[in-house]
């Protein structure tokens, strides 16, 4: 089997994934909402360079026509993992500036989701939902969860959370010589420009690490 992108790597898991979580495979319109696709495109041409390269079959008379192939060299597929106990991750409201940023008062319900949409991480993790369109062209649509790891650092080019003069947004975040920029995934809008001078307040609550769509 021809060796697989990352992102065809990360596919094939959640096809395995979900079959073993449902019985049956995904459709592409479950692929592209596993992954914040816009589309079901992006989610078919990576299962047909999946077909391509040997990693699956498929049945093109049904929707659910993706078919796992057993090979001798599936060294480049990853390892499906056992089914683990769902996180508990605790969904914000209205994060006040002064109290602890996973104190009850901000948590405005708790949502339990398998460990694959936080990459495995069980602590330290929040959830928000996403108001608004300025993140699209980054697959985050308006009304989806978004997983964040708490954290007060994060590194150039990453999505964050963030808090602007009480105000929580989450952007790209690119700090620059003289200013931070909170840079929507929206071509439609314009950046946040944060200075130190500045009298508002600023502060990163966390970094994005996943998404999760109801359909």
Not at 69 to 74: A, E, V
Not at 101 to 107: H, I, Q
Not at 126 to 132: M, P, T
Request: hydrophobic content about 40%; aromatic content about 8%; proline content about 6%.
């Amino acid at each position: 089997m021809t060796d697989l992108t990352d992102r065809q790597r990360e596919v094939l898991t959640f096809i395995r994934h979900f079959l073993h979580e449902h019985g049956y495979p995904p459709t592409m319109r479950d692929i592209a909402a596993g992954f914040g696709f816009r589309s079901t495109n992006a989610a078919a041409a990576h299962v047909s360079a999946l077909e391509k390269k040997g990693a699956i079959r498929r049945d093109g008379s049904r929707s659910r026509g993706i078919v796992l192939c057993d090979g001798p060299n599936r060294s480049n597929i990853i390892p499906f993992p056992r089914m683990e106990e769902p996180v508990s991750i605790p969904i914000l409201g209205a994060i006040s500036a002064g109290l602890p940023l996973l104190s009850e008062e901000n948590v405005d319900e708790t949502l339990m989701v398998d460990p694959f949409f936080t990459g495995g991480r069980r602590d330290q993790v929040f959830g928000l939902v996403v108001s608004g369109e300025s993140m699209i062209d980054a697959g985050i649509k308006d009304g989806d969860y978004i997983f964040v790891r708490a954290t007060a650092e994060a590194q150039s080019g990453q999505i964050v959370v963030a808090m602007v003069d009480g105000e929580t947004t989450c952007k790209y975040y690119f700090p620059e010589r003289h200013h931070i920029r909170l840079q929507p995934a929206n071509s439609s809008m314009a950046p946040i420009l944060w200075y130190p001078e500045d009298a508002t307040d600023f502060q990163i609550l966390g970094v994005v690490i996943g998404v999760y769509r109801k359909v």
